[in-house]
């Protein structure tokens, strides 16, 4: 029988998750300073895949027996990892990493939408579907078309983010679907999603991997930290949370991770953010927070007098 975690170890984890994949944005950064976006992304899922590769022996998992949930797998590492991880990578050389991070934020947005309408495991009501839209209309502040003269890498960099926001919806609403049900541990859930998209990596070594670098102690902590940290442990940490806390108190990490990664960009980066990214930001919360019935609008209950 399993010992129960305490309280504070939970918060610890809990903090701790929010602290690495905040960090994430950060050490993306960094590590371009040496090695190419494709390369982070490849760093990222191989080193996540030993780090719970090692955790699997560890704790002596088993693997899936059926054939098809590898399949599904496929599907869920490339969408979970391979996509957004190769997006936010590319996306950074062109703009900050906090503003990275608030697009991050989306995806609960994101998974509503596509849970509802792709995959037909979740329903929309009319509360929901207003905050989607306030969601939407966040992103479009955020974005702040006024300000574009013409479609510069700016532009295109903050609409990659938003399809690795996309493709981590895609990512969740199909794990619902066709995993969630199945007897499979977090752990191995968790390994199976990095341990795939590493394979997928390896496979795109040639057009990803190889070229040159210039390595120095921080891109190389980056790199670790961004792999073993934020792609591994990170992951343990969060299902520790998860099975205390449950799903709905667990998911709060997603409003801390561009808090996080925001102050970092500020106090070690120098970024700067302008008036409408914090703003648009606040509606996108907002739009989550109402999406995931944690605002909840009452109207006034009608009392007939006889």
Known sequence: ?????SDSV???????????????F????VALDGVSFGQIAWSREILGALTLGLIMLIGRHTLPRD?????HFVVIATTNC???HLLFAWAEQHISSGLAAIYNSLTPIATAVLAALV???EKLRRAQIAGVLLGIVGVVVIIAPWTFTDISADFWGQLACIGAAVSY????????????HRP?????VAFMNIGTAAVIMLLLTPFLALGPVELSFPVVGSLIALGALGTGLAYIWNLSVLRAWGPTPSSTVTYLIPVVAVVLGVLVLQETLHWHEPVGAVLVLIGILVTQNRIVFRGRTRIDRH
């Open 26 to 29: 950060l050490f993306m950064k």
């Open 10 to 24: 939970v918060l610890i984890q809990f903090l701790a998750a929010a602290l690495v994949w905040g960090s994430s």
């Open 119 to 121: 995959f037909k495991v």
């Open 67 to 71: 054939p098809v949930i590898y399949l």
């Open 82 to 84: 391979v996509i957004p």
């Open 1 to 5: 029988m399993k010992q129960k975690l």
């Open 184 to 188: 499979i541990s977090g752990t191995t």
């Open 169 to 180: 919806g895609v990512a969740i609403g199909y794990l619902r679907k066709f995993i969630t």
